[in-house]
């Protein structure tokens, strides 16, 4: 199933590079059941620390990387699925559909959970933005790009463009990407919003000495509020406890959906380079090098918190955010690879199982947070208790998704 493929198998079509890719990268299965684990223990309260909550506004903490960590990770798993699909005959349009089908349900089951934080059931208060419904969309198009312009058989001959054979192959999709980048840009900074600064990026509230108090997110908060109306969006962003804002702004609204779509294509790079290099010192080369976008995401915040052009910033996903984290991705990704794949100095346990069943432990833990035994009301309130606490719920999912392993259930959408 396209949910958590991180196989390669399927009908030969050269029998060499079967032999290659028989089997799963197990190593994605281990980043996604790290990014999945830490995503459940950052949301049951991370020990009530500073640096597992998300940041007010600029800047970023551990918080911060697990979402677009598995968004990345999609993209990596995607690239060798649909290839995978691809070349076992099944049709583009075929293929097309199962994406169009499991893009809808992600957004679909994001609503149904959205409803179980409106206490009154309400749907004139329904939050219609969120963690899956942004998987969902970012899902659809970078599929939908690879289902219509991925070659079923990857080109593996010598030569001088061998180097950038990843990037060969995808050029269409590239470019597609790239004004997909550029809209955002212009958006973020040219589109006038109504008694706002144009380009405004800040939180609004107190930011700034009051100046612009209703301007949260900028051109960002102002397109979900005219898309979706106020009550239809997060109504407690993490800037309003700092910056005492007074207008709702959703971190998972339509224009970071964009940069979203860039972040899950430097997954799918990933993934592509696993199918296009034969050896484990040419995929970790190719990873590292991609890493160096980095310095990218340095310069555009002037390698400071709130000073640069773009700043670092998970509630707008950021240009400077998004390939901040990717790079982080890239490197952590290659660790995995070695010490997993290449090497087998680690079996992945027991995130392996976490990553194997990552929508069940995501819309299990987002039903059960406040239920016992995952969650109880603590007594002392310390940082002890509430990291003994959210340790427990987490390791809890971790043995249901041991026990699903061990009984070889696994469900995906």
Same mark, same amino acid.
Request: with cysteine; hydrophobic share 45%.
């Given at each position: 199933?396209?949910?958590?493929? =991180? ?10 590079? &079967? ?5 799963? &990268? ?15 223990? #950052? ?9 597992? $909550?998300?940041?007010? %506004? ?7 990387? *697990?979402?677009?960590?598995?968004? %990345? ?29 499991? =893009?809808?349900?992600? &957004? ?11 206490? $009154? ?16 969309? /970012?899902?659809? *198009? ?52 109504? !008694? ?39 109504? +407690? ?30 997954? #799918?790079? /990933? ?23 980095? +310095? ?12 640069? *052009?773009?700043?670092?910033?998970? !509630? ?90 061990? $009984? ?6």
């Amino acid at each position: 199933d396209l949910g958590s493929p =991180s196989s390669t198998d399927g009908p030969p079509l050269i029998r060499s590079e &079967v032999a290659r890719l028989r089997g799963r &990268v197990k190593s994605l299965d281990v980043f996604r059941g790290i990014s999945i684990s830490l995503m459940i223990f #950052v949301n049951y309260g991370g020990g009530h620390y500073w640096f597992f $909550k998300h940041t007010p %506004w600029n800047g970023l903490t551990v918080a911060d990387l *697990v979402f677009p960590w598995f968004l %990345w990770i999609m993209g990596a798993s995607m690239a060798i699925s649909l290839r995978s699909y691809l070349r076992s005959c099944i049709s583009r349009k075929r293929l097309f559909l199962r994406v169009l089908l499991r =893009s809808v349900t992600l &957004v679909a089951l994001g609503v149904i959970l959205n409803s179980s934080g409106n206490k $009154k059931n309400s749907i004139t208060n329904l939050r219609l933005p969120g963690v899956l419904q942004r998987i969902g969309l /970012a899902y659809f *198009v970078v599929a939908s790009l690879e289902t219509v312009f991925m070659k079923p058989q990857g080109s593996f001959e010598y030569g001088n463009w061998l180097v950038v054979q990843d990037l060969l192959e995808s050029w269409v999709q590239w470019l597609i990407i790239l004004a997909l980048t550029i809209t955002h840009i212009l958006l973020t900074f040219m589109m006038p919003v109504p !008694n706002c600064p144009t380009g405004y990026l800040g939180p609004g509230g107190l930011h700034n000495h009051s100046s612009s108090p209703n301007c949260t997110g900028g051109a960002a908060g102002y397109i979900d509020r005219m898309v979706f109306g106020e009550r239809h969006i997060y109504q +407690h962003p993490t800037c309003r406890p700092v910056y005492e804002t007074v207008i709702p702004y959703d971190p998972e609204g339509l224009l970071g959906t964009l940069t979203s779509i860039l972040l899950v294509y430097l997954g #799918v790079q /990933a993934g592509r380079i696993i199918l296009c290099y034969h050896y484990t010192s040419s995929r970790i080369a190719r990873w590292a090098l991609t890493c160096g976008r980095s +310095h990218l995401a340095g310069i555009l915040c002037d390698f400071s918190k709130n000073d640069g *052009v773009v700043p670092v910033n998970k !509630n707008l996903w950021s240009l400077s955010f998004v390939l901040g984290v990717a790079s982080t991705a890239f490197l952590l990704q290659s660790f995995l690879y070695f010490i997993v794949d290449a090497k087998n100095w680690w079996s992945g346990s027991p995130f392996h199982y976490a990553g194997m069943n990552s929508i069940v432990l995501y819309i299990g833990h987002e039903v059960t947070k406040n239920l016992f035994p995952w969650s109880w009301q603590p007594y002392y309130r310390s940082h002890e208790e509430y990291l003994a606490m959210n340790l427990w719920g987490t390791t809890l999912w971790m043995l249901i998704a041991f026990v699903l392993y061990k $009984k070889n259930v696994f469900v995906t959408v």
